[in-house]
Protein backbone atom coordinates (compact mmCIF):
# COMPACT_ATOMS: atom_id res chain seq x y z
CA UNK A 1 0.00 0.00 0.00
CA UNK A 2 1.36 3.62 -0.75
CA UNK A 3 1.31 5.99 2.08
CA UNK A 4 -1.40 7.34 3.70
CA UNK A 5 -2.38 10.86 3.27
CA UNK A 6 -2.93 12.24 7.11
CA UNK A 7 -3.91 15.30 7.79
CA UNK A 8 -4.88 17.95 10.28
CA UNK A 9 -6.24 21.19 7.61
CA UNK A 10 -8.58 24.60 7.84
CA UNK A 11 -10.92 23.88 4.82
CA UNK A 12 -11.20 20.56 3.33
CA UNK A 13 -11.68 20.66 -0.26
CA UNK A 14 -13.79 17.51 -1.35
CA UNK A 15 -12.81 17.73 -5.04
CA UNK A 16 -9.48 16.85 -3.74
CA UNK A 17 -9.98 13.25 -2.58
CA UNK A 18 -10.90 11.37 -5.98
CA UNK A 19 -7.50 12.22 -7.09
CA UNK A 20 -5.34 11.40 -4.17
CA UNK A 21 -7.04 7.94 -3.96
CA UNK A 22 -7.40 6.83 -7.70
CA UNK A 23 -5.41 4.11 -8.28
CA UNK A 24 -4.59 1.96 -11.47
CA UNK A 25 -4.62 -1.25 -9.36
CA UNK A 26 -7.90 -0.33 -7.73
CA UNK A 27 -11.54 -0.98 -9.46
CA UNK A 28 -13.30 0.73 -6.12
CA UNK A 29 -13.02 3.96 -4.68
CA UNK A 30 -14.74 4.61 -1.32
CA UNK A 31 -15.13 8.39 0.30
CA UNK A 32 -17.08 9.08 3.88
CA UNK A 33 -17.34 13.12 3.75
CA UNK A 34 -18.69 14.46 7.16
CA UNK A 35 -20.40 17.36 7.54
CA UNK A 36 -22.36 20.06 9.54
CA UNK A 37 -25.84 19.10 10.43
CA UNK A 38 -28.30 21.85 10.79
CA UNK A 39 -30.56 20.59 13.78
CA UNK A 40 -29.27 18.28 16.57
CA UNK A 41 -31.88 17.58 18.42
CA UNK A 42 -34.46 19.74 17.03
CA UNK A 43 -32.32 22.63 17.97
CA UNK A 44 -30.87 24.82 15.53
CA UNK A 45 -27.15 24.91 15.31
CA UNK A 46 -25.21 28.08 14.20
CA UNK A 47 -21.48 26.33 13.66
CA UNK A 48 -19.16 23.41 14.53
CA UNK A 49 -16.02 24.73 16.69
CA UNK A 50 -13.25 21.80 15.92
CA UNK A 51 -9.98 21.99 18.16
CA UNK A 52 -7.39 18.82 18.39
CA UNK A 53 -4.26 17.71 19.84
CA UNK A 54 -2.77 17.77 17.14
CA UNK A 55 0.32 15.64 17.38
CA UNK A 56 -1.33 13.24 18.83
CA UNK A 57 -3.99 13.25 16.58
CA UNK A 58 -1.69 12.64 13.50
CA UNK A 59 -0.31 9.59 15.35
CA UNK A 60 -4.01 8.25 16.28
CA UNK A 61 -5.01 8.67 12.53
CA UNK A 62 -1.72 7.17 11.18
CA UNK A 63 -2.26 4.21 13.67
CA UNK A 64 -5.89 3.79 12.33
CA UNK A 65 -5.05 3.80 8.53
CA UNK A 66 -2.26 1.22 9.60
CA UNK A 67 -4.56 -1.05 11.03
CA UNK A 68 -7.13 -0.68 8.49
CA UNK A 69 -4.58 -1.76 6.02
CA UNK A 70 -3.60 -5.08 7.97
CA UNK A 71 -7.64 -5.84 7.74
CA UNK A 72 -8.21 -5.07 4.48
CA UNK A 73 -6.37 -4.99 0.93
CA UNK A 74 -6.02 -1.29 0.11
CA UNK A 75 -3.87 0.38 -2.17
CA UNK A 76 -4.53 4.16 -0.90
CA UNK A 77 -5.65 5.85 2.08
CA UNK A 78 -6.85 9.41 3.11
CA UNK A 79 -7.77 10.30 6.51
CA UNK A 80 -8.37 14.11 6.71
CA UNK A 81 -9.74 16.38 9.78
CA UNK A 82 -10.74 19.98 9.65
CA UNK A 83 -10.18 22.15 12.12
CA UNK A 84 -11.48 25.90 13.49
CA UNK A 85 -15.25 27.25 13.20
CA UNK A 86 -17.62 25.26 10.50
CA UNK A 87 -21.01 26.58 9.40
CA UNK A 88 -23.84 24.39 8.41
CA UNK A 89 -23.32 22.20 5.52
CA UNK A 90 -19.51 22.84 5.26
CA UNK A 91 -17.50 19.68 5.18
CA UNK A 92 -15.52 18.44 8.54
CA UNK A 93 -13.69 15.15 8.16
CA UNK A 94 -12.95 13.33 4.69
CA UNK A 95 -11.70 9.36 4.88
CA UNK A 96 -11.57 6.88 2.13
CA UNK A 97 -9.88 4.10 0.24
CA UNK A 98 -9.34 2.68 -2.94
CA UNK A 99 -8.65 -1.06 -3.49
CA UNK A 100 -9.34 -3.67 -6.38
CA UNK A 101 -12.43 -4.93 -5.38
CA UNK A 102 -15.34 -2.82 -3.09
CA UNK A 103 -15.65 -4.82 -0.48
CA UNK A 104 -12.63 -3.95 0.84
CA UNK A 105 -12.59 0.08 0.45
CA UNK A 106 -16.35 -0.10 1.81
CA UNK A 107 -15.86 -1.57 4.96
CA UNK A 108 -12.05 -0.07 5.14
CA UNK A 109 -14.28 3.41 5.15
CA UNK A 110 -16.32 2.66 7.67
CA UNK A 111 -13.66 1.43 10.25
CA UNK A 112 -11.53 4.41 9.44
CA UNK A 113 -14.31 6.71 10.43
CA UNK A 114 -15.63 5.34 13.35
CA UNK A 115 -12.26 4.48 14.94
CA UNK A 116 -11.45 7.98 14.41
CA UNK A 117 -14.66 9.09 16.33
CA UNK A 118 -13.58 6.83 19.28
CA UNK A 119 -10.19 7.92 19.47
CA UNK A 120 -8.38 10.73 17.82
CA UNK A 121 -7.83 13.67 19.98
CA UNK A 122 -10.33 16.21 17.96
CA UNK A 123 -13.21 17.91 20.24
CA UNK A 124 -16.49 19.55 18.74
CA UNK A 125 -18.34 22.06 20.58
CA UNK A 126 -21.93 23.08 19.15
CA UNK A 127 -22.58 25.95 19.25
CA UNK A 128 -26.23 27.05 18.99
CA UNK A 129 -28.05 30.95 19.24
CA UNK A 130 -28.11 30.65 23.35
CA UNK A 131 -25.24 28.30 24.34
CA UNK A 132 -22.50 26.48 23.31
CA UNK A 133 -22.08 22.77 24.18
CA UNK A 134 -18.64 20.33 24.07
CA UNK A 135 -20.25 17.06 22.06
CA UNK A 136 -20.18 13.80 23.97
CA UNK A 137 -18.37 15.66 27.16
CA UNK A 138 -21.35 14.21 29.29
CA UNK A 139 -23.14 11.16 30.07
CA UNK B 1 5.83 19.59 34.33
CA UNK B 2 3.34 21.12 32.09
CA UNK B 3 -0.01 19.45 31.57
CA UNK B 4 -2.04 20.53 28.16
CA UNK B 5 -5.45 20.66 28.49
CA UNK B 6 -8.13 20.24 25.57
CA UNK B 7 -11.94 21.11 24.60
CA UNK B 8 -13.41 20.79 27.90
CA UNK B 9 -10.84 20.31 30.28
CA UNK B 10 -9.72 23.69 29.17
CA UNK B 11 -13.15 25.22 30.04
CA UNK B 12 -13.46 23.36 33.58
CA UNK B 13 -9.63 24.78 34.32
CA UNK B 14 -9.90 28.05 32.87
CA UNK B 15 -6.43 27.43 30.92
CA UNK B 16 -4.97 25.58 28.21
CA UNK B 17 -2.46 24.45 30.27
CA UNK B 18 -1.33 24.08 33.88
CA UNK B 19 2.12 23.34 35.84
CA UNK B 20 2.03 20.15 38.29
CA UNK B 21 6.00 21.05 39.22
CA UNK B 22 3.71 24.20 41.47
CA UNK B 23 2.33 22.17 43.37
CA UNK B 24 2.98 20.96 46.55
CA UNK B 25 2.40 17.04 45.74
CA UNK B 26 3.19 16.36 42.48
CA UNK B 27 1.00 13.18 41.14
CA UNK B 28 3.69 10.59 40.00
CA UNK B 29 1.33 8.58 38.03
CA UNK B 30 -1.28 8.83 35.44
CA UNK B 31 -4.07 7.84 37.89
CA UNK B 32 -2.48 9.91 40.84
CA UNK B 33 -3.15 12.54 38.16
CA UNK B 34 -6.38 11.68 37.80
CA UNK B 35 -6.92 11.51 41.39
CA UNK B 36 -5.67 15.43 41.81
CA UNK B 37 -7.91 16.34 38.94
CA UNK B 38 -11.22 15.11 40.08
CA UNK B 39 -10.56 16.53 44.08
CA UNK B 40 -9.39 19.96 42.84
CA UNK B 41 -11.64 20.11 39.77
CA UNK B 42 -15.20 18.05 40.48
CA UNK B 43 -16.19 18.96 37.11
CA UNK B 44 -13.76 15.93 35.53
CA UNK B 45 -15.95 13.89 37.89
CA UNK B 46 -18.93 14.26 35.84
CA UNK B 47 -16.89 13.69 32.57
CA UNK B 48 -17.84 10.37 30.21
CA UNK B 49 -14.65 10.15 30.37
CA UNK B 50 -11.05 10.74 31.40
CA UNK B 51 -8.08 10.00 29.98
CA UNK B 52 -4.47 10.98 29.88
CA UNK B 53 -1.60 10.92 27.12
CA UNK B 54 1.65 10.92 27.70
CA UNK B 55 4.00 11.93 25.31
CA UNK B 56 0.82 11.80 22.63
CA UNK B 57 -0.07 8.15 23.39
CA UNK B 58 -2.93 7.19 25.55
CA UNK B 59 -1.28 5.89 28.87
CA UNK B 60 -3.32 3.80 31.30
CA UNK B 61 -3.41 4.82 34.77
CA UNK B 62 -0.43 2.80 36.20
CA UNK B 63 2.26 4.81 33.88
CA UNK B 64 4.79 6.75 36.09
CA UNK B 65 5.48 10.49 34.92
CA UNK B 66 8.63 11.70 34.57
CA UNK B 67 10.46 15.01 34.22
CA UNK B 68 10.11 16.05 30.62
CA UNK B 69 7.07 13.81 30.03
CA UNK B 70 4.39 15.83 27.77
CA UNK B 71 1.20 14.90 29.54
CA UNK B 72 -2.35 16.12 28.26
CA UNK B 73 -5.70 15.80 29.58
CA UNK B 74 -8.03 14.43 27.20
CA UNK B 75 -11.83 14.47 28.09
CA UNK B 76 -14.42 12.60 25.45
CA UNK B 77 -13.38 13.14 22.25
CA UNK B 78 -15.99 14.17 19.31
CA UNK B 79 -14.50 14.30 16.12
CA UNK B 80 -16.16 13.58 12.79
Redesign the interface.
Known sequence: MEKPIIEIVDIIDTSQVYGELAHAGSGGICVFVGSVREFTNNEEVVSLEFETYAKMAIKEMEKIAIEASNKWVLNKIVVRHAVGVKNVQEPVVVVGASSAHRNDCFEACRFLIDTLKERVPIWKKEIFKNKSVWVSAHP | MEV?L???AK?IVGSTQMDLSEWKHPPSSVGELKDFLCSSFPEFG???SLAV?VN??YAQDAVILEAGDEI?I???????
Request: glycine share 16%; hydrophobic share 40%.
Open positions: LFGIDKLSASEAIPPVSGG
